[in-house]
């Protein structure tokens, strides 16, 4: 299945409300759990897993069913075509750490 074009539109359109800033604080990011060694790179992939997330959420509330491979890679393919707009909205995320 090809996804239709008023999926595509949803999907961009659920990309966009993910952009906009939500003050999001976690303590779960902690670097020494992770041990990732950049925090700009760990906060792009953490952005960029809460779209596809919401994405495939929408995908299953849809059509009653996980994405078939070529859904899924379409999907992947929209995000990452806005990387430059995740990377750039992702200041809304605050790491904060447990002591």
């Given at each position: ?7 595509k ?13 939500h ?7 902690d ?11 760990f ?10 997330g919401?994405?495939m ?17 379409e999907?992947?393919?929209?995000v990452?075509?806005?990387k ?16």
């Amino acid at each position: 299945m090809v996804l239709e074009k008023e999926f595509k539109e949803k999907i961009s359109s659920l990309i966009d409300e993910c952009l906009i800033p939500h003050g999001i604080q976690t303590h779960e990011c902690d670097q020494k759990h992770w041990k990732y060694r950049s925090e700009e790179d760990f906060k792009y992939g953490h952005k960029a897993g809460i779209v596809m997330g919401i994405s495939m959420g929408y995908y299953i509330a849809k059509y009653g069913k996980l994405p078939a491979n070529e859904d899924l890679t379409e999907m992947t393919e929209m995000v990452e075509l806005r990387k430059d707009e995740i990377k750039k909205s992702f200041a809304d995320i605050h790491f904060f750490y447990k002591v």
